[in-house]
């Protein structure tokens, strides 16, 4: 399909290959059905498709298909312009091409894969100078249009279009209507599979649970009638929300220290408000029902907190949700019912934030599937830390699935199945018995790692989390190479306080005694906006204010946690304990962040007069490109080098990897991103400063050689990758790895490159 893999917008009926069901079956939709089957005969497709265009808001939408399975599962709407079929209609001509996959603008969909359908002749349809829409003809590949079909394609097309103006605004209407009366429910009957991209790793089945952003804007609006009467008074019910937050913030405390039991402050205090439970109250002593006012006074506080321009404030909205599920829970429900497990489903979210993961997570879901476009790069290191399979789907129709469905995602193979066969249920029950007789381990017998003759690498862990130490303990990780320290502020509502950062600080110690630990300073914006923090949206947040950008910009924030550090190093007596700034670009910001680390420590001198003050290691994340040209002075300020792979390589080639559109182009054996890797070690070796690496690439076997080779002798990596990086480098030799390093970095081409790496890899590993 030459689409862009975006998320729907709208809806479509159920059905397959042009088939509509009885619902669905108007007129107008008769029409368009029958369309795109003759045009689908006619000139011999294995695939077509009739697109249709609103010019209200510049999109193109796919309305009858012939030869796609998924069709009326999984939506199709383009921007204009975007995709093959949508640069057709925005350049108003017919393109023909018999490998649509190197043409301009393709993109391949999840769900709508045509590799084997290169062949592709896309016609525009214009009334006068209007667009209408489109139409697509795919064949096999190999299989061509002859001329004369094209001709004859392009007429059939024009005939088309003047009826086609008429079926547009009547669809148009249609949804419009379909919109405001809500979206059908997606019922399917038969194993349906929705192909998506895995941010965790694991498999979960069970039965669906949706949480769509807009149920917070309607709390409860229309199910107060659901509810049974009450049973309970507001008073008699609150101390019993407020006991479950308290047993929910232990169970966090202890899988997750740095949410700590701020994460249910507010609904506490909220409790305990006149201006909210006293309204409540005040509309049950008129006769009002208990349900009623609990959802008639929560969606006043919903409806105000979402009108406001400030995204945490807006993020409120979720907060009162929560309290006022609660409350109507503890109000209606018996005192057995209140201990059942509400969360044992498999999550369907039309966006997470971190608070929402936490609230999640305290009822042990089983999976989370999220549609393309609403999460951070925060949401996905947090599920991975908490060990919740995640797969994110490029389209919006999964929300309209039934709650209850059966459902299993499968992040190995990167699937979600809807309606699993028996069969599919049989072979997942009896996966998950050979997981529990196997219970397999990310354990490691090795301390120590070295290649085949006899050098040593040392693999240290990547943290998310306090308790990813349990996993980098078990993979026999030399030490923490990276504390990403941003966590306790996502999982907060606001900055937490220097003795909370000095508290987290100390438990990380605790937890890893005897081993080395880097803390990373606040690495927050780009992707992973802390909404308390920024108060306005950039046009380009990754080249904005971001990293140590913003906090030298306020310091208040960065002396507070390097006070907070400091303090921590201190009292633990850990020399071994080294402070590391993120994006570093310049050797005037190195300098500058160095400066407050010491300002910061001789604040605190007098605290520790008894005491020989300890002064930690300073290094960098080396990110952004700039800092080659100033790399041998940074090697004679800092005490250690970390390479970020991920932002470097982003930076280097001008490529957001989120970016479906230019994500291909991420390329980490490109030849600039090669060199500038060997700039960097060379000048490392040269000025003997320690050098690490962390990020994706590290990981990855492909490069793992290639990074020995150029002289690195230390990598930071996820725990789990950890006991697998243990055993491929065993099987070289940091010759053999030099070698190969030189043949790269003299290559120009990335195909050469490409050929080099998998040349090497059949040479070591047959």
Same mark, same amino acid.
């Given at each position: 399909?030459?689409?862009?893999?975006?998320?729907?917008?709208?809806?479509?009926?159920?059905?397959?290959?042009?088939?509509?069901?009885?619902?669905?079956?108007?007129?107008?939709?008769?029409?368009?059905?029958?369309?795109?089957?003759?045009?689908?005969?006619?000139?011999?497709?294995?695939?077509?498709?009739?697109?249709?265009?609103?010019?209200?808001?510049?999109?193109?939408?796919?309305?009858?298909?012939?030869?796609?399975?998924?069709?009326?599962?999984?939506?199709?709407?383009?921007?204009?312009?975007?995709?093959?079929?949508?640069?057709?209609?925005?350049?108003?001509?017919?393109?023909?091409?018999?490998?649509?996959?190197?043409?301009?603008?393709?993109?391949?969909?999840?769900?709508?894969?045509?590799?084997?359908?290169?062949?592709?002749?896309?016609?525009?349809?214009?009334?006068?100078?209007?667009?209408?829409?489109?139409?697509?003809?795919?064949?096999?590949?190999?299989?061509?249009?002859?001329?004369?079909?094209?001709?004859?394609?392009?007429?059939?097309?024009?005939?088309?279009?003047?009826?086609?103006?008429?079926?547009?605004?009547?669809?148009?209407?249609?949804?419009?209507?379909?919109?405001?009366?809500?979206?059908?429910?997606?019922?399917?009957?038969?194993?349906?599979?929705?192909?998506?991209?895995?941010?965790?790793?694991?498999?979960?089945?069970?039965?669906?649970?949706?949480?769509?952003?807009?149920?917070?804007?309607?709390?409860?609006?229309?199910?107060?009638?659901?509810?049974?009467?009450?049973?309970?008074?507001?008073?008699?019910?609150?101390?019993?929300?407020?006991?479950?937050?308290?047993?929910?913030?232990?169970?966090?405390?202890?899988?997750?220290?740095?949410?700590?039991?701020?994460?249910?402050?507010?609904?506490?205090?909220?409790?305990?408000?006149?201006?909210?439970?006293?309204?409540?109250?005040?509309?049950?002593?008129?006769?009002?029902?208990?349900?009623?006012?609990?959802?008639?006074?929560?969606?006043?506080?919903?409806?105000?907190?979402?009108?406001?321009?400030?995204?945490?404030?807006?993020?409120?909205?979720?907060?009162?949700?929560?309290?006022?599920?609660?409350?109507?829970?503890?109000?209606?429900?018996?005192?057995?019912?209140?201990?059942?497990?509400?969360?044992?489903?498999?999550?369907?979210?039309?966006?997470?934030?971190?608070?929402?993961?936490?609230?999640?997570?305290?009822?042990?879901?089983?999976?989370?599937?999220?549609?393309?476009?609403?999460?951070?790069?925060?949401?996905?290191?947090?599920?991975?830390?908490?060990?919740?399979?995640?797969?994110?789907?490029?389209?919006?129709?999964?929300?309209?699935?039934?709650?209850?469905?059966?459902?299993?995602?499968?992040?190995?193979?990167?699937?979600?199945?809807?309606?699993?066969?028996?069969?599919?249920?049989?072979?997942?029950?009896?996966?998950?018995?050979?997981?529990?007789?196997?219970?397999?381990?990310?354990?490691?017998?090795?301390?120590?790692?070295?290649?085949?003759?006899?050098?040593?690498?040392?693999?240290?862990?990547?943290?998310?989390?306090?308790?990813?130490?349990?996993?980098?303990?078990?993979?026999?990780?030399?030490?923490?190479?990276?504390?990403?320290?941003?966590?306790?502020?996502?999982?907060?509502?606001?900055?937490?306080? +220097? =003795?909370?950062?000095?508290? !987290?600080?100390?438990?990380?110690? @605790? #937890?890893?005694?005897?081993? /080395?630990? %880097?803390?990373?300073?606040?690495?927050?914006?780009?992707?992973?906006?802390?909404?308390?923090?920024?108060?306005?949206?950039?046009?380009?947040?990754?080249?904005?204010?971001?990293?140590?950008?913003?906090?030298?910009?306020?310091?208040?924030?960065?002396?507070?946690?390097?006070?907070?550090?400091?303090?921590?190093?201190?009292?633990?007596?850990?020399?071994?304990?080294?402070?590391?700034?993120?994006?570093?670009?310049?050797?005037?910001?190195?300098?500058?962040?160095?400066?407050?680390? +010491? =300002?910061?420590?001789?604040? !605190?001198?007098?605290?520790?007069? @008894? #005491?020989?003050?300890?002064? /930690?290691? %300073?290094?960098?994340?080396?990110?952004?490109?700039?800092?080659?040209?100033?790399?041998?002075?940074?090697?004679?300020?800092?005490?250690?080098?970390?390479?970020?792979?991920?932002?470097?390589?982003?930076?280097?080639?001008?490529?957001?990897?989120?970016?479906?559109?230019?994500?291909?182009?991420?390329?980490?054996?490109?030849?600039?991103?090669?060199?500038?890797?060997?700039?960097?070690?060379?000048?490392?070796?040269?000025?003997?400063?320690?050098?690490?690496?962390?990020?994706?690439?590290?990981?990855?076997?492909?490069? !793992?050689?290639?990074?020995?080779?150029?002289?690195?002798?230390?990598?930071?990596?996820?725990?789990?990758?950890?006991?697998?990086?243990?055993?491929?480098?065993?099987?070289?030799?940091?010759?053999?790895?030099?070698?190969?390093?030189?043949?790269?970095?003299?290559?120009?081409?990335?195909?050469?490159?490409?050929?080099?790496?998998?040349?090497?890899?059949?040479?070591?590993?047959?």
């Amino acid at each position: 399909m030459n689409t862009p893999a975006e998320t729907s917008v709208e809806t479509l009926p159920v059905g397959s290959q042009g088939n509509m069901d009885a619902a669905a079956s108007s007129g107008t939709r008769r029409f368009l059905d029958q369309s795109v089957n003759m045009f689908a005969h006619r000139f011999k497709c294995d695939a077509c498709g009739l697109f249709l265009y609103d010019e209200s808001n510049r999109t193109l939408t796919l309305r009858a298909a012939y030869g796609y399975p998924m069709f009326g599962k999984a939506s199709i709407v383009l921007k204009a312009g975007e995709g093959l079929i949508g640069r057709c209609l925005a350049e108003r001509r017919s393109i023909y091409t018999e490998m649509a996959s190197t043409m301009r603008g393709y993109t391949r969909h999840h769900n709508f894969p045509d590799d084997d359908l290169q062949t592709f002749l896309g016609i525009p349809l214009l009334y006068g100078k209007e667009r209408v829409g489109a139409i697509m003809l795919q064949r096999r590949t190999g299989v061509p249009f002859l001329a004369e079909e094209i001709s004859a394609a392009r007429l059939k097309a024009e005939e088309l279009a003047t009826r086609m103006q008429s079926a547009n605004a009547m669809l148009l209407v249609e949804n419009a209507e379909d919109l405001a009366a809500g979206a059908k429910p997606l019922i399917l009957t038969e194993e349906t599979t929705f192909k998506g991209s895995a941010a965790s790793h694991g498999w979960a089945m069970g039965k669906v649970k949706i949480l769509a952003e807009t149920n917070v804007s309607g709390l409860m609006a229309d199910k107060v009638t659901s509810y049974p009467p009450a049973t309970r008074t507001l008073e008699e019910a609150i101390p019993i929300v407020e006991e479950r937050f308290k047993n929910i913030a232990k169970t966090l405390d202890e899988r997750l220290p740095e949410a700590a039991s701020m994460i249910f402050e507010s609904e506490i205090m909220m409790m305990h408000d006149d201006n909210f439970i006293g309204k409540m109250n005040r509309l049950v002593e008129s006769g009002t029902p208990v349900t009623e006012a609990i959802v008639t006074i929560s969606n006043e506080f919903i409806n105000f907190f979402r009108k406001s321009a400030t995204e945490y404030i807006r993020e409120k909205a979720h907060d009162i949700e929560d309290l006022a599920l609660r409350l109507l829970e503890a109000v209606t429900a018996s005192p057995d019912s209140l201990d059942e497990d509400q969360a044992s489903h498999v999550i369907i979210a039309e966006k997470l934030l971190p608070s929402d993961v936490l609230r999640i997570a305290q009822g042990h879901v089983l999976g989370i599937v999220l549609v393309a476009g609403g999460s951070t790069a925060h949401v996905t290191l947090l599920v991975r830390s908490l060990k919740i399979p995640m797969i994110i789907l490029p389209e919006r129709d999964i929300l309209r699935l039934p709650e209850g469905e059966n459902i299993v995602i499968d992040c190995a193979n990167e699937k979600v199945i809807v309606h699993p066969s028996n069969a599919t249920v049989k072979k997942f029950n009896e996966r998950r018995l050979e997981e529990e007789r196997e219970r397999v381990t990310y354990k490691s017998d090795q301390k120590e790692t070295y290649t085949q003759d006899g050098t040593r690498i040392r693999l240290n862990a990547n943290i998310n989390i306090i308790s990813d130490i349990n996993a980098a303990v078990d993979a026999n990780a030399e030490g923490i190479g990276l504390y990403r320290t941003e966590f306790p502020f996502i999982m907060r509502q606001t900055v937490p306080s +220097e =003795s909370d950062q000095k508290a !987290i600080y100390a438990r990380i110690m @605790d #937890r890893m005694p005897d081993k /080395p630990i %880097v803390f990373r300073t606040l690495d927050a914006g780009g992707d992973k906006v802390i909404p308390y923090l920024f108060g306005t949206t950039e046009d380009n947040p990754a080249m904005g204010l971001r990293s140590i950008r913003f906090t030298l910009k306020y310091p208040f924030i960065l002396d507070q946690q390097l006070r907070a550090l400091l303090r921590a190093i201190q009292e633990k007596r850990r020399a071994d304990v080294s402070i590391m700034f993120p994006m570093i670009s310049s050797a005037e910001e190195f300098d500058a962040g160095k400066e407050h680390i +010491e =300002s910061c420590l001789e604040s !605190i001198i007098p605290e520790f007069e @008894d #005491r020989e003050i300890i002064e /930690p290691e %300073v290094g960098l994340m080396i990110e952004i490109p700039s800092v080659l040209g100033v790399i041998d002075r940074l090697c004679e300020t800092a005490d250690f080098f970390s390479i970020g792979t991920n932002d470097f390589i982003q930076y280097m080639l001008a490529v957001d990897r989120s970016n479906p559109n230019v994500s291909n182009m991420y390329i980490p054996h490109h030849p600039a991103v090669l060199r500038g890797l060997k700039i960097i070690a060379a000048a490392a070796i040269r000025h003997d400063v320690p050098l690490s690496l962390c990020g994706e690439m590290g990981r990855d076997s492909r490069y !793992i050689p290639f990074l020995i080779g150029i002289g690195l002798r230390s990598l930071s990596l996820e725990p789990t990758h950890i006991p697998a990086a243990q055993q491929l480098i065993s099987r070289f030799t940091v010759e053999q790895c030099r070698e190969h390093a030189n043949t790269l970095l003299s290559l120009n081409y990335i195909s050469e490159i490409e050929e080099a790496i998998d040349a090497f890899a059949s040479s070591i590993f047959g």
